[in-house]
Structures are given as structure tokens and as C-alpha cells.
């Protein structure tokens, strides 16, 4: 008994310390949440869903304001549209995961209409949300490395095929850098069509939430005693713009709306002519998220000298 006992402490330890090693080294290539939980807490974010989490990049951000009085690093804090729904859950974990020591922070706040939407099958009046069980929701403990809580608690998210491909990377700074982009017209034009068919399913007798729209007042007003906060419109093609502003003809007046009582700024990046190359309609590809980033960063700067 004492053998076998020594024999299974010894092979629990070896698969401990291989587990242990991937999440080290390459908790970034199988999962795309893991890494924001390994990290220290931060004074400066952005939260939002795919489409920032994507398309706005920490480092060009970084390296923009280095120097100029502003707290930074800046985390990312955007997941998909499953987990990023803005409400009472979301800001729980963004608080803590915030650094509430600084008052000088930059908050980019990337909305969505469907961010902001009371899902048919869940009624958020009486506080039955979607995103409920979901990383980050889910998580106590937000700045572990390693982070077993994750791995217990959100097995199911890591893909650990994804090592051997590279087609993805989560980057320490929460950034999802996505390498598998499509290579023709063709395949560029089915996987805009598989994204307007996900969100016209998803948002079927959707509505926007007046729980949701309130938790952003509530939010904005408790980052703004940290830093400066900014509501931003993430850039997207012509043709998902149109599905979402048929779908929810109201969301800019309402954004708009808020943005004017809380005294922040808004900015719609597809009220301007600019156009920024997206892989699938509506999530922009690294290379133009860099470009995208810079603008975005001029625009925050702009306001932040006035």
C-alpha cells in the first residue's frame, strides 16, 4: 500500500508539473481568457467584448502615453460576447481586477448593442443573466500565476490542440492577437456570413436592457473616480452596421445620452469615413488594430488636453 501510494503521489506530482508548465509558458496558446487572470491588478483597461478584445492592442496604447502622466500599464479586460454583457457581473470583476490606488487611469469602454441586451430566455429584473458560471464571473481570485482556480474552474475552456496550431495568442496584456485570417474573398465572405447569422439568431426577440444600460451609468461612474473614462464604438463593415442599427435603432441616441449626463466622451469611430480592414465583418485583423489603436489614442489624448 505504502508503494502504490508513493508511486501515485509521484505521478500526480509529474502531471502537476507539466500542467504547471503549460499554463507558465503557453496559457496564452490554449485558452483565451486564461492569461488576464495571471496578471497584477491594473490602473488603466479596456473592457468590451470580442471586437475589443481583438482590435484594440495595449502595447500600441503603452507605448502612446509612456511618459505623459498617465497610468499605465493598460490591461485588456474584454472577453466574448457570452461573457462581456454589461452588468452587476461584469463590473464586479472589473473591480477586482482594478488597481482602485490610481486616479489617473485611462477606461476604454468598447459597447455593443448586444452587450446591452436582455436575452429572451433570461429575465434581468429579478437577476438571471447569461454570462452567470462564465470566466470572468466565475473567478475569486484574478491575479494568480499559475491560476488553478481557472483551471478547475474553466477546464472546458482550454483547447490544448490550439499549442500545436498558433493560430491564436493571448498576450500577458489581455490582448487576442488572431493569426487565422481568411485567404481569399470567398472565405472572407463565408465567415461574414456565419457572423451575421450568429447575431441575428442571438439577438431574436432580444431587447436593450434597462438593468444593463443602468449598471454602464453605475460603472462609468465608479471608474471615473480613478481616471478618465471613454465610450467607444469599435469600427465595423457597412453591412453589420446596417444589421445593427435596424435591430436596435435607438443605441446611439441612448450611449449618446449617457455620455452627455456623465460628462465622458463618446466616440462612434463608424460616424467617420475611415475604414479599417475587418477578417469577418466586423472583428478588425491585428494589422489594422494597430492602425486603429493609434487613432483611437490620438482621439483620447485630443480630449484629455482640453
Excluded at 466565475?138 to 483547447?159: G, R
Amino acid at each position: 500500500m505504502r508503494v502504490l501510494i508513493l508511486k501515485l503521489s509521484l505521478f500526480l506530482g509529474i502531471c502537476l508539473a507539466i500542467v504547471t508548465f503549460v499554463l507558465k509558458n503557453y496559457g496564452g496558446n490554449v485558452d483565451y481568457f486564461y492569461e488576464k487572470f495571471t496578471t497584477p491588478k491594473t490602473k488603466s483597461m479596456i473592457i468590451g467584448d470580442s471586437r475589443a478584445f481583438q482590435g484594440i492592442q495595449p502595447a500600441v496604447m503603452n507605448s502612446y502615453f509612456q511618459g505623459k502622466g498617465y497610468d499605465t500599464p493598460v490591461l485588456n479586460y474584454s472577453f466574448t460576447i457570452a461573457q462581456a454583457m454589461i452588468g452587476p457581473l461584469y463590473n464586479e470583476s472589473i473591480f477586482k481586477k482594478l488597481d482602485t490606488s490610481g486616479d489617473n487611469g485611462i477606461f476604454v469602454i468598447s459597447v455593443t448593442p448586444e452587450m446591452l441586451t436582455s436575452h429572451r430566455d433570461y429575465n434581468d429584473e429579478i437577476g438571471q443573466f447569461r454570462e452567470e458560471g462564465q470566466p470572468p464571473h466565475n473567478m475569486e481570485f484574478v491575479t494568480m500565476n499559475p491560476n488553478y482556480e481557472y483551471l478547475i474552474k474553466n477546464l472546458s475552456f482550454f483547447h490544448f490542440k490550439a499549442l500545436f496550431r498558433g493560430n491564436s495568442k493571448v498576450h500577458k496584456d489581455g490582448w487576442l492577437e488572431e493569426a487565422n485570417l481568411p485567404t481569399d474573398e470567398k472565405m472572407f465572405l463565408e465567415w461574414k456570413k456565419h457572423q451575421i447569422d450568429l447575431f441575428l439568431s442571438d439577438t431574436k426577440g432580444a431587447k436593450l436592457s434597462k438593468i444593463r444600460i443602468q449598471s454602464l451609468g453605475e460603472l462609468i461612474e465608479r471608474l471615473d473616480t480613478h481616471g478618465t473614462v471613454f465610450l467607444v464604438r469599435m469600427p465595423i463593415g457597412e453591412e453589420f452596421l446596417d444589421y445593427e442599427n435596424t435591430n436596435f435603432p435607438n443605441f446611439n441616441s441612448i450611449i449618446d445620452s449617457i455620455a452627455e449626463i456623465k460628462h465622458i466622451s463618446y466616440f462612434d469611430f463608424n460616424r467617420y469615413k475611415k475604414k479599417y480592414k475587418t477578417y469577418d465583418g466586423h472583428h478588425i485583423d491585428k494589422f489594422a488594430g494597430a492602425e486603429f489603436t493609434k487613432v483611437l489614442c490620438d482621439s483620447i489624448y485630443s480630449n484629455l488636453q482640453k
